[in-house]
């Protein structure tokens, strides 16, 4: 069981690890040019999913527990990833909407709109610093696992 519970975590933390380093990427359009970036965008969806897939549990019980006894920490945490939840989608349905490479390719033309190159500017701009909360939020268990992780003589 305790094996078991290992194991769930290092696996947490390897995705979120790629998680992380392709949000960077896919946070600087800049550095990797605009195609680049939405195809990575496209890319970054499967380990987005993944991230939400392994706290499963835990969403589904999330609403549940927002109205129960719980700490007010643990309910600024749960609205905080219902908001992250929002922005994101936000960010990534408004990047379609306002693609010029990935979209094209596959023959599909949008008539893109200032409208929605606005909601893509501000709320990916926006996800940034919520990210930063979200992982001081988580800050003591990334401090944790990397121990376990990367600390001597520990063998699961
Ligand atoms: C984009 C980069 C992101 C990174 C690097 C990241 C990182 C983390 C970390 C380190 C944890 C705690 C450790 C764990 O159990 O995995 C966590 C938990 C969690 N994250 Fe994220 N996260 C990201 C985006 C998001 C987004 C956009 C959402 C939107 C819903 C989200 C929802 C959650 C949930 C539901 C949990 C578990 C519940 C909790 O303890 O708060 N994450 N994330
Ligand atoms: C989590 C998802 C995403 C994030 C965090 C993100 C982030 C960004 C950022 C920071 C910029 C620069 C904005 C500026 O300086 O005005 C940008 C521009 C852009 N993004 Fe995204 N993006 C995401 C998803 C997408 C997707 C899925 C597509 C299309 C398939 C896309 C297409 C574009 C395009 C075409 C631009 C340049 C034109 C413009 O800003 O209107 N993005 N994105």
Same mark, same amino acid.
């Given at each position: 069981?305790?094996?078991?519970?290992? !194991? /769930?975590?290092?696996?947490?933390?390897?995705?979120?690890?790629?998680?992380?380093? #392709? +949000?960077?990427?896919?946070?600087?359009?800049?550095?990797?040019?605009?195609?680049?970036?939405?195809?990575?965008? *496209?890319?970054?969806?499967?380990? &987005?999913?993944?991230?939400? /897939?392994?706290?499963?549990?835990?969403?589904?019980?999330?609403?549940?527990?927002? &109205? $129960?006894?719980?700490?007010?920490?643990?309910?600024? !945490?749960?609205?905080?990833?219902?908001?992250?939840?929002?922005?994101?989608?936000?960010?990534?349905?408004?990047? +379609?909407?306002?693609?010029?490479?990935?979209?094209?390719?596959?023959?599909?033309?949008?008539? #893109?709109?200032?409208?929605?190159?606005?909601?893509?500017?501000? +709320?990916?701009?926006?996800?940034?610093?919520? *990210?930063?909360?979200?992982?001081?939020?988580?800050?003591?268990? #990334? #401090? !944790?696992? $990397?121990?376990?992780?990367?600390?001597?003589?520990?063998?699961?």
């Amino acid at each position: 069981m305790r094996d078991w519970k290992n !194991n /769930l975590q290092k696996t947490r933390y390897v995705m979120d690890v790629l998680l992380f380093v #392709i +949000f960077l990427l896919v946070s600087a359009p800049q550095a990797t040019g605009v195609p680049g970036h939405e195809w990575l965008s *496209l890319f970054f969806i499967v380990p &987005f999913v993944i991230h939400l /897939l392994l706290h499963w549990d835990w969403i589904k019980q999330s609403a549940k527990r927002l &109205f $129960s006894s719980i700490s007010l920490r643990e309910k600024f !945490n749960t609205v905080w990833n219902y908001l992250l939840y929002v922005i994101m989608l936000l960010a990534t349905v408004s990047g +379609f909407l306002v693609s010029v490479a990935l979209l094209p390719s596959l023959s599909i033309t949008v008539d #893109i709109q200032d409208f929605w190159s606005k909601v893509h500017h501000d +709320f990916s701009t926006l996800i940034m610093p919520m *990210l930063g909360v979200h992982l001081a939020l988580h800050w003591h268990w #990334i #401090i !944790n696992v $990397s121990k376990r992780m990367f600390g001597k003589g520990v063998t699961s």
